[in-house]
């Protein structure tokens, strides 16, 4: 009781499916919650491209501000390519059904298991970051960043298991406060060193220790490439928005990349222009802010902000990640319980899957951004490459009106993501991006596995034939007992309700109590027969597994029905001293054929 | 089979009841079993005396040898008081035993409590022991102790599991083989240093952080007590000697004493003589041995010796702890389960969770002995004093034939042990004796607990009224399904061979599958009713549930029998896959009155 309490406290009333409809998004909420984790990138990505060009010394530095500019393509690029994906799919256009839809089962399978993957990195990336916001202003936290971040972490699990819509007001007012305190900053900043306000800091010289090669600036590029992870959320989530679904999907697409792409480009040239350097314990952002506002009360808001934004960040892949896989489960590919929703109308099983994998990375990775990068954006762009496959493909085969515009459009996509991924995946791969790919395999095989086996279980349960299968006509009833109670009598006069022949079955594992329970059994059993079976091991288990497997044998057209006399405690934790024999007796039971359990329960008061 | 298989490889093929006879042991046998654990302390308990007296300097250190000589008293006096026990218990007298006799309930539980704890922890000692004498014959081990010692605790367990006389023929051969190789280091180190020829190191002068106090003193001693911890392991055992059981236990305990109070004064004394100081990393045994024989192949015959001795002496831990749960069992203290035979006539349970907490302790404290032995002795010096009151007791009340004499003897035993207990508890309490004392309050209420619910259960259970008590006249018979399949209609026909009304119950989730399930049913349902539940929370449980509370509330005078067909996958994996519905709903009811849960399976073939 006081379990389903705490659940309706923290979790709210369940919802019923006719609210289903009420649930639907906003622009401005679906703002807040699918784009959080794009714009949250901005606070990285700078910082990502710096720490790799530094290798080759400060020089090198320079670098920043044509990579940046290559993102900035991409986030065009992508922006472009996707409107048409959430316009052809208005029931929500992930890379698993768009490429499942047009380039065939691997390729949607391949693109699943990359999404799911960067789901879970998703939310670990972004809750490092947010801690890292938080402990470049606070250094004294440092210390528990792990420890913040699985507070950070189980905090966005509650608020997802509550449901979509109170999950988005919830998300939107940090998640606008944080992008207008961003904003601010871009924008002194940008006045203050356009109109020579700002003093340019010069940075320490750091010394190469790497030479400045173009694997170094294709490496640059690949970390930056986070920025655009979280792009592809909204082409997910279009059902969730309100009618017209598409329209309002694709507006929505547009605001995000604007956000994005002045928030991240305006962060990269003033990172270049006071002369940032990347620090263990302070992020870039910090680091500029501090030089922009001072330490001041608009410094601290604005780390606050960054943090809430990157924490809410993760919150969207609590709407991706739960979604897809419920697709998935429909389809077969994993469990069937992944497809079904909770109380509050969310996939629940989902989001606490989704939130137990991110902690364990952020437990394993010792909550440090720069240590998952490495695993990052694969994923993500290699569902990008799918997607807008599966896009050209779509045009190339169905037409349809302004087909070759259309298709001129997700090409240049499929081209750039696939030049993109080329370079993640080539750069990080002994970085750690191998993992990732060994991911997808084992992914891969596993959705097949699952699959097929529930293709194989409806073959054999389906009723093909028009003849019933036969199966046993009469059945024995026998009744294990160890002893005389009430519980023992109760499941005699249950089993007496029923026609069949039944007997109860002692063990005889000490002759003395043996024969007191017969004499009691005179008296209670009914008429019952009692049958004492020998009990040579010392185990009555074994004993009585004989006992059944010489019942089935001697009677091959019989059911043999275990009627279990179960004493239930009062209290959860007094089954352990109760029915450790029945539970044995049941796991062994079960795998028989013919024999069918039946537990007749006897509950105690206290 | 592959489980069943690796089971009776490691641990042998079943016993019958009527091979326990067989199982009892000579005396060689019973002394390598039953008195390593004593014998062995004598590796650790004078390097313990000297860590704490070098808190006050070298010239501190003299005071090893007066305090040796009050443990050696106190191992005469425990040999005297404890063979009157074995006398007056031939069915085995340990401490609870003696107390419930003749203390009453409370002394004895808290002996049995004190007595738990200290077998773990001689499990954990032994064990971190053993593994220091082989870290400090191969230094380059010493990195891996903790992981050396899990292998180790392993390997005790599973030859514990074959049963009791096997393990005695294993362990008898390195027992003595140790004990012999600790003899002839004592004996030559005495030889040479009574006719000089042994060279007397002057060891580094240690500089005193503490003043040489009285406390400081009592605490020396105190570590010193770990000497005699074990001694009481053989009046525990009685049962196990071959008869005339008291007898030869008796005389076993003589022999004990003799090797334990020669090879412990022979150590203190060679240690004091060449100035033999403790260091991290190795022993002063080790030490000892080193200046006896030189670091060559008697001295590696030696430490591999000691190391057996330690490792196996864990092993009489292993027949103490399980017997003794077993008692606790039968009276009702502990589960039930901790009272039954495995199939090798040991006490599995017991032993398996002994093993657990032992390296759960090693892990914990890192493998070092030395943290370990502040928490070691108290418990068992708890239970000596609780033994040897009661024995006095006994005395007092019972009289008996000398019964004086046998006062006095027990009476010195119970004065002595009580002072040791107190300088015990008092100089290693802040030190960790505090959470020894904790968890027997723990233990001590948890015992009260169990004692007091199976109490409650068997008075709820038990047929003290001659008519029986009055329970439902008819049955319900309801069948949950969520589609029409092979595994359905089976249930359907098992259902049938019963007497009583049967319908088929479907949570109507969606509109379509409904009506399609409606007219297969038509089909294949052999007139059996379909009822169609709505379903406004999307929750098929809760839905199914609500139905058959409104079942339970129409008919109070009826079973409710529910009948689920349950797909049976072929490979444990696939459990995930299925059955996860079945599973809760079971869960659900198994807590309401008047159902009757009844499984039937349908097992699939890949």
């Given at each position: 009781?006081?379990?389903?309490?705490?659940?309706?406290?923290?979790?709210?009333?369940?919802?019923?499916?006719?609210?289903?409809?009420?649930?639907?998004?906003?622009?401005?909420?679906?703002?807040?919650?699918?784009?959080?984790?794009?714009?949250?990138?901005?606070?990285?990505?700078?910082?990502?491209?710096?720490?790799?060009?530094?290798?080759?010394?400060?020089?090198?530095?320079?670098?920043?501000?044509?990579?940046?500019?290559?993102?900035?393509?991409?986030?065009?690029?992508?922006?472009?390519?996707?409107?048409?994906?959430?316009?052809?799919?208005?029931?929500?256009?992930?890379?698993?059904?768009?490429?499942?839809?047009?380039?065939?089962?691997?390729?949607?399978?391949?693109?699943?298991?990359?999404?799911?993957?960067?789901?879970?990195?998703?939310?670990?990336?972004?809750?490092?970051?947010?801690?890292?916001?938080?402990?470049?202003?606070?250094?004294?936290?440092?210390?528990?960043?792990?420890?913040?971040?699985?507070?950070a972490s189980l905090f966005i699990i509650v608020m997802n298991l509550r449901g979509v819509r109170e999950s988005g007001k919830f998300f939107a007012v940090p998640t606008y406060f944080s992008i207008g305190a961003l904003g601010v900053m871009v924008g002194i900043g940008s006045f203050q060193a356009l109109f020579g306000q700002g003093v340019s800091v010069s940075p320490d010289q750091q010394t190469a220790v790497e030479e400045l090669t173009l694997f170094l600036i294709l490496r640059s590029f690949a970390a930056g490439c986070s920025?655009?992870?979280?792009?592809?959320?909204?082409?997910?989530?279009?059902?969730?928005?309100?009618?017209?679904?598409?329209?309002?999907?694709?507006?929505?697409?547009?605001?995000?990349?604007?956000?994005?792409?002045?928030?991240?480009?305006?962060?990269?040239?003033?990172?270049?222009?006071?002369?940032?350097?990347?620090?263990?314990?302070?992020?870039?952002?910090?680091?500029?802010?501090?030089?922009?506002?001072?330490?001041?009360?608009?410094?601290?808001?604005?780390?606050?902000?960054?943090?809430?934004?990157?924490?809410?960040?993760?919150?969207?892949?609590?709407?991706?990640?739960?979604?897809?896989?419920?697709?998935?489960?429909?389809?077969?590919?994993?469990?069937?319980?992944?497809?079904?929703?909770?109380?509050?109308?969310?996939?629940?099983?989902?989001?606490?899957?989704?939130?137990?994998?991110?902690?364990?990375?952020?437990?394993?990775?010792?909550?440090?951004?720069?240590?998952?990068?490495?695993?990052?954006?694969?994923?993500?762009?290699?569902?990008?490459?799918?997607?807008?496959?599966?896009?050209?493909?779509?045009?190339?085969?169905?037409?349809?009106?302004?087909?070759?515009?259309?298709?001129?459009?997700?090409?240049?996509?499929?081209?750039?993501?696939?030049?993109?991924?080329?370079?993640?995946?080539?750069?990080?791969?002994?970085?750690?991006?191998?993992?990732?790919?060994?991911?997808?395999?084992?992914?891969?095989?596993?959705?097949?596995?699952?699959?097929?086996?529930?293709k194989a279980v409806s073959e054999q349960i389906a009723l093909t034939r028009d003849h019933r299968p036969p199966i046993p006509r009469r059945n024995i009833v026998i009744i294990p007992i160890s002893g005389v109670d009430q519980a023992v009598i109760r499941a005699v006069d249950y089993a007496r309700t029923r026609a069949g022949e039944i007997r109860a079955v002692l063990v005889d594992v000490d002759p003395e109590s043996t024969a007191r329970i017969q004499t009691q059994w005179a008296q209670w059993g009914c008429g019952v027969q009692?049958?004492?079976?020998?009990?040579?091991?010392?185990?009555?288990?074994?004993?009585?597994?004989?006992?059944?497997?010489?019942?089935?044998?001697?009677?091959?057209?019989?059911?043999?029905?275990?009627?279990?006399?179960?004493?239930?405690?009062?209290?959860?934790?007094?089954?352990?001293?109760?029915?450790?024999?029945?539970?044995?007796?049941?796991?062994?039971?079960?795998?028989?054929?013919?024999?069918?359990?039946?537990?007749?329960?006897?509950?105690?008061?206290?």
């Amino acid at each position: 009781m006081t379990v389903m309490f705490l659940k309706r406290w923290l979790l709210g009333d369940p919802l019923k499916s006719a609210q289903a409809g009420h649930e639907r998004l906003s622009k401005t909420l679906a703002l807040a919650i699918f784009s959080s984790n794009a714009i949250s990138s901005v606070a990285y990505a700078t910082e990502e491209i710096l720490l790799v060009l530094v290798l080759a010394g400060t020089a090198a530095v320079a670098w920043s501000i044509p990579i940046s500019f290559a993102i900035l393509f991409l986030i065009v690029v992508l922006t472009i390519s996707y409107r048409q994906i959430v316009h052809e799919y208005p029931e929500g256009g992930g890379a698993y059904i768009v490429a499942r839809n047009n380039l065939g089962e691997l390729p949607a399978l391949i693109a699943a298991a990359a999404l799911m993957i960067d789901y879970v990195l998703t939310v670990a990336v972004s809750v490092a970051a947010g801690i890292a916001a938080l402990t470049s202003a606070v250094p004294s936290l440092f210390a528990y960043r792990v420890a913040l971040g699985l507070v950070a972490s189980l905090f966005i699990i509650v608020m997802n298991l509550r449901g979509v819509r109170e999950s988005g007001k919830f998300f939107a007012v940090p998640t606008y406060f944080s992008i207008g305190a961003l904003g601010v900053m871009v924008g002194i900043g940008s006045f203050q060193a356009l109109f020579g306000q700002g003093v340019s800091v010069s940075p320490d010289q750091q010394t190469a220790v790497e030479e400045l090669t173009l694997f170094l600036i294709l490496r640059s590029f690949a970390a930056g490439c986070s920025a655009v992870t979280g792009m592809e959320v909204i082409s997910n989530g279009v059902k969730a928005f309100r009618r017209p679904e598409s329209q309002n999907a694709s507006t929505t697409m547009i605001y995000m990349s604007l956000i994005l792409a002045a928030l991240f480009m305006g962060i990269s040239f003033l990172a270049y222009h006071y002369g940032v350097m990347p620090k263990t314990d302070e992020t870039v952002v910090s680091q500029l802010a501090r030089f922009i506002f001072g330490t001041g009360p608009l410094y601290y808001a604005l780390q606050i902000g960054t943090m809430l934004l990157l924490i809410l960040a993760a919150n969207s892949a609590f709407a991706g990640f739960p979604h897809l896989a419920s697709i998935l489960a429909r389809d077969g590919y994993m469990p069937r319980q992944m497809g079904t929703f909770g109380d509050r109308l969310v996939f629940s099983n989902g989001i606490v899957i989704l939130g137990f994998l991110a902690c364990f990375l952020l437990i394993l990775f010792r909550g440090d951004t720069h240590a998952l990068i490495p695993l990052y954006a694969v994923g993500v762009f290699i569902s990008f490459t799918f997607s807008q496959a599966g896009m050209v493909r779509r045009w190339l085969t169905g037409k349809g009106p302004h087909w070759r515009k259309k298709l001129i459009v997700n090409g240049v996509g499929a081209v750039t993501t696939g030049i993109a991924t080329i370079i993640i995946a080539s750069t990080k791969f002994t970085h750690g991006a191998w993992i990732v790919f060994l991911l997808i395999l084992v992914l891969v095989w596993m959705f097949r596995s699952i699959r097929s086996h529930y293709k194989a279980v409806s073959e054999q349960i389906a009723l093909t034939r028009d003849h019933r299968p036969p199966i046993p006509r009469r059945n024995i009833v026998i009744i294990p007992i160890s002893g005389v109670d009430q519980a023992v009598i109760r499941a005699v006069d249950y089993a007496r309700t029923r026609a069949g022949e039944i007997r109860a079955v002692l063990v005889d594992v000490d002759p003395e109590s043996t024969a007191r329970i017969q004499t009691q059994w005179a008296q209670w059993g009914c008429g019952v027969q009692l049958t004492v079976v020998p009990c040579p091991y010392r185990s009555v288990l074994r004993s009585l597994l004989d006992h059944v497997e010489e019942l089935l044998q001697k009677n091959q057209d019989h059911w043999v029905t275990v009627v279990i006399p179960e004493i239930l405690p009062a209290r959860w934790w007094q089954n352990i001293l109760h029915n450790q024999r029945a539970l044995r007796l049941k796991a062994a039971l079960l795998f028989k054929d013919r024999i069918i359990l039946t537990d007749v329960p006897f509950h105690l008061k206290r």
